[in-house]
């Protein structure tokens, strides 16, 4: 079974701090996804990667950005957390060349106060 | 900007009736895929049909897709109460990279 396992499952950070977000997947799949999800909103994709330190930005891009260092490891990274940020974010990960089914992580809930 | 918009919003029905959801898109796509999410959890692939493709079948789902009418809609037959959750399609679009874009949702409660 492939798994994406998501490092936190709750945070809660203050206003102004870093925060990182980490993303594995264990089964070699070169597209890699961060979505933030909101009450009547859906999924919304933040960025995403194709390969190994590349990366596109997705619909909703700002205060947010990524790293892909190693294929199997996607982090996004909020330079300066703020409120309008506290939202569940999904990883999702891809085999890709239009074999697209994405398979989810168990997401992470975070609050950011 | 959303590529997919499911309707309804929310659907309620009785265990043992059918449910459809329906999926509307804009632009030309790969495929199209449906996921359904239980309350806080991740999304759960649940079938992927291609543009070349008009109607899928997975146990007591059935997905069909209408590339002229840019639609999608899918049917639970004989509804359970564990089928109470949220359903999302999501279409691969023909830009690159094979970006994977999902609609708001349809909120479905079975009632037992």
């Known amino acids: 079974d492939v798994k994406v396992t998501q490092s936190s499952r709750y945070l809660v950070k203050r206003t102004g701090e870093k925060v990182f977000l980490e993303c594995v997947q264990d089964?070699?799949?070169?597209?890699m996804f961060w979505y933030r999800q909101d009450p009547g909103l859906g999924l919304r994709l933040i960025y995403f990667?194709?390969?190994?330190?590349?990366?596109e930005k997705g619909d909703i891009p700002e205060g947010y950005s990524v790293s892909r260092e190693k294929k199997e490891r996607f982090s996004l990274i909020l330079e300066s957390a703020s409120t309008n940020q506290t939202s569940m974010y999904l990883c999702?990960?891809?085999?890709?060349?239009?074999?697209?089914?994405?398979?989810f992580g168990q997401g992470t809930r975070l609050t950011v106060v | 900007s959303q590529q997919g918009e499911e309707d309804p919003q929310a659907l309620s029905i009785q265990e043992g009736e059918n449910a459809t959801m329906n999926c509307s898109y804009k632009?030309?796509?790969?495929?199209l895929q449906w996921y359904r999410q239980n309350s806080g959890r991740g999304l759960v692939h649940l079938i992927l049909?291609?543009?070349?493709?008009r109607e899928k079948h997975s146990g007591r789902l059935r997905v069909t897709l209408d590339t002229s009418k840019k639609s999608s809609s899918l049917l639970i037959t004989a509804s359970r109460a564990a089928d109470t959750a949220s359903y999302f399609c999501?279409?691969?679009?023909?830009?690159?990279?094979?970006?994977?874009?999902f609609g708001p949702g349809t909120s479905l409660s079975v009632i037992p």
């Open positions: 999702a990960s891809s085999l890709g060349n239009m074999n697209t089914e994405a398979f």
């Open positions: 049909i291609r543009s070349n493709e």
């Open positions: 632009t030309s796509i790969n495929n």
């Open positions: 990667s194709y390969d190994v330190k590349m990366k």
């Open positions: 999501a279409t691969a679009s023909k830009t690159s990279y094979d970006k994977v874009i």
């Open positions: 089964m070699d799949h070169e597209n």
